[in-house]
């Protein structure tokens, strides 16, 4: 078992920046990839980004250039950056943990099924 908890949510203006955070326990954390999906009201879970067990990181392109994915092994955290916000960023952000011995590192993990393991969900609001 994996347990995720996000934090760092919260509501923030237009070009504001917020840093969301995940913290990961349970079984190895450098056995995992991680990703970011955000799911807004009545919208499926989408990919934001992701970042495999051996550090290659890859973006959705409505996020590219504003996100910055990095993850903490010594700490077993996630972290997602976020600059230069807008109010389509508004959304419910989530943590999941992909294990890498099962999944793959390539464009599987922009596809939420690959991951075994979710957190609760941070709100991020944008406004305008």
């Known amino acids: 078992q994996v347990q995720l908890v996000e934090s760092g949510g919260g509501l923030v203006q237009a070009g504001g920046s917020l840093r969301l955070s995940c913290a990961a326990s349970g079984r190895t954390f450098n056995n995992y990839h991680m990703g970011w999906f955000r799911q807004g009201p009545g919208k499926e879970r989408e990919f934001v980004g992701a970042v495999s067990w051996s550090g290659g990181i890859s973006y959705a392109d409505s996020v590219k250039g504003r996100f910055t994915i990095s993850r903490d092994t010594a700490k077993n955290m996630v972290y997602l950056q976020m600059d230069d916000l807008k109010p389509e960023d508004t959304a419910v952000y989530y943590c999941?943990?992909?294990?890498?011995?099962?999944?793959?590192?390539?464009?599987?993990?922009?596809?939420?099924?690959?991951?075994?393991?979710w957190g609760q969900g941070t709100q991020v609001t944008v406004s305008s």
């Open positions: 999941g943990a992909a294990g890498a011995r099962y999944v793959g590192s390539g464009s599987v993990l922009r596809q939420p099924h690959a991951y075994e393991y």
